[in-house]
């Protein structure tokens, strides 16, 4: 075997190294960022789910929320008519918002945490009575979501 030979057999097997290990970082990333359950470690959620110990509220009647349920200057999570995820805010005696509960980022479920939304993927913070993003790595706002109050319930409108 000569040197050329040698060389090129050299540098095909550290590339084939530098590929595979290249994907099991990208396989890695994958799992850890798309939300792998409440129980995983960061505590990400999701899309679409709640997190353990936790029930979604509304998820019984025709109304999104009760109005009850969600604390004036705070907000609470509930599921869309659509059935897609969605927090509710009440910033005012009566007043409602609603939004997406999708993160901006890489799709994870947002929590209420009073007058702010948190990600628990990746720490992104949302304003919970406009959707503003108040600290990245969120690109946009949340997606605003038509309500009003009927019968002391939330419902799509």
């Given amino acids: 075997m000569d040197v050329d030979q040698a060389l090129s057999r050299r540098t095909a097997l550290a590339g084939g190294i530098a590929v595979v290990g290249a994907a099991a970082a990208l396989a890695g990333c994958a799992s850890s960022s798309s939300g792998a359950g409440a129980g ?10 709640t997190p353990a110990g936790s029930t979604p509220a509304g998820s019984g009647g025709g109304g999104l929320v009760k109005l009850a349920d969600v604390p004036v200057g705070g907000s609470a999570s509930a599921q869309g008519a659509d059935g897609a995820p969605v927090v509710v ?11 997406t509960a999708i993160c901006t980022h890489m799709g994870c479920t947002v929590l209420p945490a009073g007058a702010e939304l948190h990600c628990p993927c990746h720490g992104s913070k949302y304003d919970a009575f ?7 790595p969120a690109p946009a706002p949340l997606a605003a979501v038509p309500v009003k109050v009927a019968a002391g319930e939330v419902v799509a409108g």
């Fill in 89 to 99: 805010a009440q910033p005012t005696a009566g007043k409602v918002v609603c939004f």
């Fill in 130 to 136: 406009t959707g503003k993003v108040l600290n990245g």
């Fill in 40 to 49: 995983a470690p960061g505590g990400s959620t999701p899309a679409g789910s």
